[in-house]
């Protein structure tokens, strides 16, 4: 752009002020008003130097702050073809009536038409220059797309208006340059005063232009740059856990909800009785900052001390006020949390067991402790596989629900898992247990869980890693065969969050397990629990009816459709295969890549894991492009073949050179790949591959394959079927060619 063009920008300036907005939407508010915002300007043809630029916002406030947009669109050239010459002129040269009314039209005489020229002849047209509308007089409807654009799923309404928004709008600030720009969004009238903080600066803060407005509002105590303000919450967290010689806890979410809270965040130091430090940590942390959005703060050991951090969103005269108040409302709940802790002690993980057969885990498939006897059972036959102890894997499994039983649980559910780790370590009932066995035991019924969110670390220790997959087999395998698949964007039994966790604890644990074998039992020990739950149904039912005086008429559970194991097997691997398809593409692994693999469908996840790798390695290699086309064909060719093809070459029928090259190439490639294959080497059976190229080009370029004799071309099939499956022993290849 020219330097006269860039002095006709200006800095923009617009800002929302409302009610405080909803802090977990605040940020894609603030970014989908700003995308809006520049959207608009950019398809009206204004040009927006803000490549920088970012949203800004706080909970009572919307901006954008623009540092430059062109004051005008740029001209508007418009053409208007008209009628071709045998049209519009007679044959005395003057304009008809289709001329004389497309120059109407058009507002101008006919003869200061110009002319142009297509492929079907000379043809009027009128071409005309407009000035690019103002900037001004666009923003207005600019900001009505905009704000009508946001993701805002309840709007609210306030004082009778039909319009509405996430909160009620109380000011509009629209500054292009030093002006304001004249607009009106739900009933309120631009101006160039905002508002500074709500008790520190009560009053209006008044913007000479665009470029005073960070540092305006900050004399008003109020930081609207984001970042600053998360910068000064971390800063001041991290200054008071020095102070006590420790460290601070500071969850990215926990951080960007109180960011969303304050305008003039203050660190203020608390603590709390060290007596409450007997409860377990995740009760307090999750006290801490799920409820109350403080800061935990760590000892030099990175131990929970007794010492927190609330963020205010003021400087107190009176901080001493402000920590009571902080320290008053947290005080409760670990009361709560410490009673009970200890009331659950006294009744032991082994014994809140009993209370899991009248606890249904789902309609169709019984209760929750007939969930864990399958686990257990699943459990105990898996960890032998992959060099985990039976015994104490089975022992986790059965102990791994009980304290969904806990009054702990009950009232931090987040819980689950870390309260069973903390009671096994305690409960009477376990001291048969070394204590290592006990710790794995314990560690075990934690780790199940795990992992329990997206990009959380899977179970650590074998037994943990084992019943963290026979609970997800389960977990699948019963919601599959009680008809609960996920459909649309519902998903109850977070059935796509339990096959990712399962595939990645296989394949991140190196567990070269059958998963096919593994899933098809799962789903028989499903089917014999939909069985099992009907049959109590019934007699309930019946049982029900005797005691109303009611005869019911006998159905048998064994009536019922049951899935077939095999069938559903095959569903629940398919399952997550789609489910993998995402977790590769975020390793950056081409869909090519995974496609290959997947059409072979291996057995063991690692197994297929290894081969994406093997598949990588081998698609840079400069003859896998070729290979690949070349299976592609092959596969082609043996499709649309009419005769039998036998299953082994005849050497005595070969008649070209090229023809006997490749076929000692493919020879010596199953006997070079054969041990390899076998021990799953898989980049040494593709760079084998790669060496027969040359043979594989020479055959298609010498020899014709579909031959007049009938049994040489079945002898050249066979031999191109055989290249053919040890091309495709990795993966199919074919989906590399582009």
């Known amino acids: 752009m020219s330097a006269p063009q860039a002095q006709h920008k ?171 720009v004249d607009a009106e969004l739900m009933g309120v009238r631009s101006d160039r005063m905002s508002r500074g903080h709500r008790f520190m600066h009560d009053k209006p803060v008044w913007f000479s232009t665009p470029d005073d407005y960070v540092e305006s509002l900050r004399g008003a105590k109020v930081l609207v740059d984001p970042d600053e303000r998360r910068a000064r919450i971390v800063a001041g967290v991290e200054a008071e856990a020095k102070a006590v010689g420790g460290s601070a806890r500071i969850d990215a979410g926990n951080l960007e909800e109180v960011n969303g809270l304050v305008e003039w965040p203050k660190a203020v130091r608390c603590g709390f009785e060290p007596e409450f430090l007997a409860v377990p940590a995740e009760a307090l942390v999750a006290t801490m900052e799920a409820n109350q959005k403080f800061f935990p703060l760590l000892d030099s050991d990175g131990r929970l001390s007794e010492h927190f951090v609330g963020i205010a969103n003021i400087e107190s005269n009176d901080e001493a006020e402000v920590r009571k108040g902080y320290e008053r409302v947290i005080r409760p709940r670990f009361a709560d949390a410490k009673f009970f802790f200890v009331e659950d002690m006294k009744q032991g993980l082994a014994a809140m067991g009993e209370g899991l057969k009248q606890v249904t885990y789902q309609a169709k498939l019984g209760s929750v402790a007939d969930k864990v006897a399958r686990v257990a059972a699943l459990a105990e036959a898996i960890a032998p596989q992959v060099g985990a102890d039976p015994a104490l894997t089975r022992r986790a499994a059965e102990l791994s629900k009980n304290d969904l039983q806990s009054r702990m649980v009950n009232e931090f559910p987040e819980l689950q898992g870390i309260a069973g780790r903390y009671y096994a370590m305690q409960d009477a009932a376990l001291d048969d247990l070394a204590h290592d066995d006990r710790v794995a035991v314990a560690d075990a019924i934690d780790e199940a869980y795990r992992p329990r969110f997206g ?127 995402g977790y590769y593409a975020d390793k950056g692994v081409p869909a090519q890549h995974f496609n290959a693999v997947a059409e072979l469908k291996p057995k063991s996840l690692y197994d297929f894991d290894r081969r994406i790798d093997a598949v990588g390695t081998f698609a840079a290699l400069p003859e896998a492009e070729a290979l690949a086309a070349a299976n592609k064909r092959i596969g082609n060719i043996l499709k649309k073949a009419d005769i039998e093809v036998p299953g082994m070459e005849d050497p005595a029928l070969m008649n070209e050179p090229a023809e006997r090259a490749l076929a000692e190439a493919v020879e010596a490639l199953y006997g070079e790949t054969a041990e390899a294959l076998r021990k799953g080497d898989y980049v040494t059976v593709l760079n084998h591959m790669a060496r027969v190229r040359p043979q594989v080009d020479a055959f298609f370029d010498a020899v014709m394959v579909n031959a007049d004799d009938p049994a040489v071309r079945r002898n050249r099939l066979a031999l191109l079927r055989r290249l053919s499956e040890r091309l495709g022993s990795v993966a199919a290849i074919e989906h590399l060619s582009i």
């Open 10 to 180: 200006r800095p923009l300036l617009v800002e929302l002020g409302t009610e405080e907005l909803p802090v977990k939407a605040l940020p894609g508010l603030a970014r989908a008003f700003f995308d809006g915002v520049v959207e608009g300007l950019r398809k009206r043809g204004i040009e927006v130097d803000g490549d920088d630029a970012r949203p800004l916002y706080t909970p009572r406030r919307l901006a954008v702050l623009l540092p430059g947009v062109a004051a005008e669109q740029p001209e508007q050239r418009n053409e208007v073809l008209g009628p071709y010459l045998n049209i519009a002129l007679d044959a005395d040269g003057q304009p008809t009536r289709a001329l004389q009314g497309f120059a109407a039209k058009a507002g101008v005489d006919w003869q200061a038409l110009e002319r142009t020229s297509d492929n079907k002849g000379e043809r009027f047209v009128h071409r005309s220059v407009q000035p690019g509308a103002r900037t001004d007089a666009l923003l207005p409807e600019i900001l009505r797309e905009a704000i009508a654009a946001m993701p805002i799923p309840k709007p609210m309404r306030w004082g009778g208006h039909d319009y509405g928004f996430a909160r009620p709008v109380h000011w509009l600030v629209v500054l292009l340059g030093k002006d304001v």
């Open 455 to 581: 990009g959380d670390d899977i179970a650590l220790s074998p037994a943990g890693k084992v019943l963290a997959i026979a609970e997800r087999l389960d977990t699948l395998a019963g919601g599959f065969a009680a008809g609960l698949r996920p459909t649309g964007n519902k998903d109850p039994f977070a059935l796509r969050r339990n096959a990712l966790g399962l595939a990645r604890t296989v394949i991140e644990s190196g567990f070269d397990v059958d998963i096919t074998e593994l899933m098809r039992v799962s789903a028989a020990h499903a089917s014999t629990a939909l069985l099992h739950a009907a049959a109590e149904k019934q007699q309930k039912d019946a049982e029900d009816a005797e005691r109303k005086g009611v005869k019911l008429a006998d159905n048998q559970s064994g009536g019922m459709f049951l899935p077939n194991a095999d069938a559903l097997a095959n569903d629940l691997y398919d399952f997550i295969l789609d489910r993998l398809r």
